[in-house]
């Protein structure tokens, strides 16, 4: 029998246009559920707005998608965490950090602590039999992490690279149900976000002249940092310089004295 | 006594401190209330990461930013470390105390542990704020479990501390907002604070409370080594890459074996199915962030440089001199890719040189 997964949505954005899109982290929780239980998957957001978000996420597959009305100022944890167990859920998935909102990563922890489950951080792959999950944890320098949880469980995932099918049409006829709910007071709510300054001019000057490349160029000004430059050098010694570099940035162990000169 | 040096206002705390002793804390005190009525002084908990058993810049920054807090408040800064510092003279980098953890086995992964021993060390020491690395791995897992866990207030982002506030990044990056200091504050990397390494002076040090045995939900399983030439990109540390002037594709593929790198490339070679699409480095292909980014035969179109943009130390082989991509370089070589590969092929496959992990 398969679990009953919950897969908690947010809007992403861009990081540097800001326009809206799918973020990553949840397309990959979404594909992870899709993988292992397509039929007992639901999509599940919770915000005061329109549920335009929920359609980019239901259009993956014909999925039940449920919006979780509350006040503009209330608190999202509660409401996910009541609806998760209403429902008998026994995971969620959700991003381990949204692109919208104060992005503090605080939301699966909160909703685990209120429903007193555990939870699975970071997980790149999941998998699931009757006794448990079974997750993945990338870490640096290709390092992998298999960590085992009873269910049920809350995993959070980060952003992979996936391809979920989507289209305007279906995303367009997407069905939402929409369920008042009551959350306590955010105390997010009084903070008040702006646009991050430094960005704006240079991406205004960007968006408007040159062709694309070189908007693009002015958006990633390349500014010049050649610390050290080998001209016109024989191959053996450029790659000896190369490898000279890369030792003293810790990339490779190459020998003490490092002259290339190995002949001895 | 050495003079202690604090960005802000002298702390009067400390300055009636002998620097040789130490502090008596009174174990019956649990409560914040009880830490309110109390006649100690006040403390900011920093938890640092120590990863590979060194003190990163990251947890420099992290310490430098807790005595620059305390130094506003007249508090005093203790460190909570794991035995993995064991070793680390924190007195050195300017912290009052220290708290010396023992996990059950070193280097375990065991966050919910932590996270109940860190509980404990802020019920009884009751600092007024504590700060994490912004992480979603390590100590700035366990902050967040223990946000949730005692229901705290935090602001995680943080890229900003002083008078009493604090900025922060919000909506991926792209927005910002200020607020007091909350009690959890998870700092980004690459702040700049005061310096850690200014301010020696004696430091006390502490048991850790004790904790009651607890059932962990996870178990780890294993830990393995994937092979690190095929390892997604964004997750790469050590990228050698190949564009349009790589011929010779055989000695280029053998020297990032050899090296221990994973390979990427141009659009240019990943369109013409020299490479599989998925080690295509550039904004339509994946955005890395390695340590070191080696480019053969790039010339550096805007794309490719908007991809590498995070990137730490880049080497750039390139026969024009001209190419973006030697400007934007640490190292500019001047010569042609495919013999340099060869004679790094040379130098490499000698039993001397071992990839580092």
């Given at each position: ?264 | ?290 340590g070191c980014y080696v480019a053969f035969g790039i010339s550096g179109a805007p794309e490719h440089l ?52």
């Amino acid at each position: 029998m398969k679990p009953k997964v919950a897969v908690l949505v947010a809007g992403g954005r861009h990081p540097i246009t800001d326009r809206f899109r799918r973020a990553a982290a949840e397309s990959t929780a979404l594909s992870i559920a899709l993988r292992g239980a397509p039929s007992s998957c639901v999509v599940v957001h919770a915000s005061h707005d329109a549920p335009d978000v929920l359609r980019w996420y239901a259009s993956a597959a014909d999925l039940r998608a449920v919006h979780l009305h509350i006040q503009p100022a209330a608190d999202p944890c509660i409401p996910l965490a009541n609806f998760v167990r209403d429902q008998g859920m026994q995971i969620v998935l959700c991003g381990i950090r949204a692109e919208s909102g104060f992005s503090s990563g605080m939301t699966p922890y909160r909703i685990a602590a209120a429903l007193k489950w555990p939870i699975l951080p970071a997980i790149s792959e999941l998998s699931w039999d009757a006794n448990g999950v079974t997750g993945v944890q990338s870490l640096a320098g290709g390092r992998q992490r298999e960590l085992r949880c009873p269910m049920p469980v809350v995993v959070t995932t980060v952003a992979r690279s996936v391809a979920l099918p989507f289209a305007w049409a279906r995303c367009r006829h997407a069905v939402v149900e929409t369920h008042d709910a009551a959350g306590g007071v955010d105390v997010w709510s009084t903070r008040t976000l702006t646009k991050v300054k430094s960005r704006s001019p240079a991406w205004q000057n960007a968006l408007f002249e040159g062709s694309p490349a070189e908007r693009l160029s002015q958006i990633f000004d390349v500014q010049p940092r050649r610390q050290e430059q080998v001209l016109s050098t024989d191959a053996r010694t450029a790659a000896t310089r190369i490898l000279d570099f890369l030792a003293r940035k810790g990339a490779v162990e190459w020998p003490a004295h490092g002259s290339g000169d190995l002949s001895a | 006594m050495r003079k202690r040096t604090v960005v802000g206002e002298t702390d009067p705390v400390l300055a009636r401190r002998e620097p040789s002793s130490i502090m008596q804390i009174d174990d019956t005190r649990s409560t914040v209330a009880a830490c309110s009525d109390s006649q100690e002084p006040e403390w900011v908990l920093v938890v640092p990461d120590i990863d590979d058993s060194s003190v990163s810049r990251h947890d420099s920054e992290l310490v430098g930013a807790g005595r620059l807090i305390a130094g506003e408040l007249g508090a005093c800064l203790l460190v909570l470390t794991f035995d993995e510092a064991a070793h680390i003279d924190w007195q050195a980098f300017g912290v009052d105390a220290v708290v010396r953890a023992q996990r059950t086995t070193s280097g375990a992964y065991e966050p919910e542990r932590d996270a109940l021993l860190v509980a404990a060390v802020m019920e009884r020491w009751c600092p007024r704020h504590c700060l994490f690395s912004d992480k979603m791995f390590g100590m700035g897992e366990v902050g967040r479990r223990v946000v949730a866990l005692k229901d705290l207030d935090c602001i995680a982002g943080a890229i900003e501390i002083g008078n009493g506030g604090v900025r922060a990044l919000a909506r991926a990056n792209s927005h910002e907002f200020t607020a007091e200091l909350p009690s959890v504050i998870f700092l980004e990397s690459g702040v700049r604070c005061a310096s850690a390494h200014k301010d020696v002076h004696a430091s006390a040090e502490y048991q850790p409370p004790q904790i009651p045995e607890v059932t962990t939900n996870l178990k780890v399983q294993a830990t393995r080594r994937t092979d690190v030439t095929t390892l997604p990109l964004a997750d790469a540390h050590f990228i050698v890459a190949a564009g349009n002037g790589i011929s010779d594709w055989q000695t280029f593929l053998r020297v990032a074996n050899a090296l221990n790198a994973t390979v990427g490339g141009t659009r240019v070679v990943c369109d013409r199915g020299a490479l599989p699409k998925s080690r295509q480095v550039g904004t339509s292909g994946a955005m890395v962030s390695a340590g070191c980014y080696v480019a053969f035969g790039i010339s550096g179109a805007p794309e490719h440089l908007a991809g590498i943009t995070s990137c730490s130390n880049v080497v750039a082989v390139n026969t024009d001199a001209n190419a973006p991509l030697l400007r934007r370089a640490d190292l500019a070589v001047v010569a042609d890719a495919n013999a340099v590969l060869r004679s790094m092929l040379q130098l490499v496959e000698r039993p001397v040189m071992v990839g580092a992990a």
